[in-house]
């Protein structure tokens, strides 16, 4: 059974830091793409991040790049989001999220952890 188990979030003042991190369980990790989704209060989930498991390929939406940077650890199964310089407008739950290299839909996904940006 995938498991994937999200940590890290908190409450942070803008210009801030946090890094969070999912471990994943359950899966053959490096034929997975991982992705980093948020989801605001009233607004729909929307993709943060993503990361190739055999050549660690990131791609960032354009609202997070050049401030977040995705990476993973393969042998450990772990991927982790590291946040920068962060804006009020970046306060959502982040769900860690998988999917095989030879399906095009995530559909594994954590429980989502909580990140708050205080301006």
């Known amino acids: 059974q995938v498991q994937l188990v999200e940590s890290g979030g908190g409450l942070v003042q803008a210009g801030g830091s946090l890094r969070l991190a999912c471990a994943a369980s359950g899966l053959s990790f490096s034929n997975y793409i991982m992705g980093w989704f948020r989801q605001a209060p009233g607004k729909e989930r929307e993709f943060v991040a993503s990361i190739v498991g055999s050549t660690d390929t990131p791609d960032y939406s354009n609202s997070v790049r050049g401030r977040f940077t995705i990476s993973r650890d393969n042998t450990a199964n772990m991927v982790y989001l590291q946040m920068n310089s962060l804006k009020p407008e970046d306060t959502a739950v982040y769900y860690c999220?998988?999917?095989?290299?030879?399906?095009?839909?995530?559909?594994?996904w954590g429980q989502g952890t909580q990140v708050t940006v205080s301006s």
């Open positions: 999220a998988a999917r095989s290299i030879w399906s095009s839909e995530y559909n594994c």
